[in-house]
């Protein structure tokens, strides 16, 4: 123990928790990540899409940021946040509006197959990069508020 | 099929998600911001004549058939107020840059502003009662991040307030809507009207009808449920108390104007009957409240309150005249209203304190913006030939077309006390000797002036220009009264 600055020292002798807690964090965390994007994916025909994926991305992120800190997290995802809400608009506003380019009302949707090697067969769907949209801007607008709540005392830029 | 009736909701849209990106650069953001508004009056302009010119445009987004799916309907009355509603914009974003500090501007001021005009085209063509809800929360939300912008003490406490009323409004709202579909089966407004006509507008059906009421009520500020607007209007910056005296209340209005000539038409002895009280109420207590401040802010925030009781009242007649008096008069205040804010906010800038007490002889320094005032007033209380002079004569036709005397002479009353409780900013302010101690500089306010004039000169438009108006505020009126119109245009029978 003495080896350890101060600072080290009342970490660990204030959170008893910490070890379980990241442990099981480095692994749920990416389990979280990875459903996020099955249910992204699955979003326009059976249950799951945007909102879900980009709220369960959130709850894996904040994860991250109780288990480590938000020093090491920014550190490790250097994502603005922020910016994420209006690239999230903007990919879902163009995704509706592309139906004006073939003359058919706001948001007419469509969908195509694919066929791929190995896999087979996948169909796509412009909802999905309408769902997209809603993920950016439901992950950005859940991670902001949490975080600006979380750094109460800073204040941010 | 025709998508010109989404652009109005899109472009503010997308222009909101564009500036989020360069809200760091102020001047590049100011220059979009009035780039995309012009863009967005064009369309709106464009959309305005078709709509006056072709009959009503339907959308029916996603290709889903109404009543099945989401419909946008720009009817005459709805694109007439989009077009407003742009004009508005189009001088707030021109008078934004000279009120607001570069750090409010950073902090996605235009975002929101962006964002709030798209709620209100959205409420105002929407043609589904839930997508009203949406659209409301949409203009609701981008309020509350204008009201606290700049966080000052005041500012939290008022928008507390604010934030609690409208959040509890927004659940009755739902809640209402609910209730609705539980017994129709159905959001769409056409067929709502259509299955509420089949029966006949049994008792339940009005119970909802009268809850409906409460939340447009609510957010319109009539009485006794206006106690939460003064206050809270008056401590953002000129420009978003503007944008909220001209946009919010009036889309409540909006919505008790499309929800009773539309769907709840059949009991107006229950109803109708009861607007006219309410209309009465809300102008002599709205008017008392601008007689009782000497805060310049607080007079023409209490001015709002006898307006909406102004368009109320013809909603309550519920016979031509009334009713193209209460959309003439609508218009007429939305347009008046920004001005009169803005008027207001420049005063309080040059004369550095918004209390009457403090300040006397503006008219030495700054006297265009002295006879600006002068015209707004006249053109408030509706002193011939300005545009409040054309509603006012149309509201009170209506009243005698239906006996309502008291009404009527209440109205009058109201009328000139209005225009008291303004000209008192005018000889209090800005009559008398230029203030000797004075240490403020006299200040550039041309660029906040320019908004102003465009607006008043609109105002003069409409008022002296009435034969060219009129003609289309009589048909959506007779449109209003013929509720069948819209029904079939929608449904397509």
Redesign the interface.
Known sequence: MGFMKREERFNIMYKPNNLILRTTTSLISFILLGFAIYLLLAGHNSPGGGFVGGLVTSASIILLYMAYGKNSVDEILPINYR?L??IG??IA??T??G??LFG??????TFGTVELPLYGEIELATAMLFDLGVYFTVLGSTITIILSIANDKKIVD | ?N?LA?LPI?IP??S???L??VHSKVSLSRTLAKLFMLINLGVVIYLTLEVINYGTII?????WVAPYGIVLVADSLAAVLVLTTNIIAVAAVFYAPHSLTEAKEKHYFY?FFFFIISGVSGAFLTGDLFNLFVFFEVLLIASYALIVLGGEKVQLRESLKYVLINVFSSILFVTAIAFLYGVVGTVNMAQIAERVQEVDQQGILTTIGILLFFVFATKAALFPLYYWLPKSYIVPNPVVSALFAALLTKVGIYSIIRVFSLIFIHRPDLTHEAFIWIAGLSMIFGVIGALATNNIKLIIAYNIIPAIGFIMMGIGFFNESGMSGSIYYLIHDMIIKTALFMLVGIIAYVAGTSDLRKMKGLIHDYPLLGWLLFIAAFVLAGIPPFSGFIGKIQLLKGAFENGEVVIAIIALGTSLLILYSVMKIFIRGFWGERQTNNKLEKKPIFGMVTPVIFLLACSTILGIGAEWFVPTIESISSDLLNPQNYIDSVLKE
């Open positions: 910016l809400i209006p608009l903007v506003i163009l509706g509006a139906s004006f058919v009302p706001f948001l007419t949707h | 099929m998508n989404i899109i849209l997308i909101g998600a564009i989020a990106f959308l029916e987004t996603g290709e975002t």
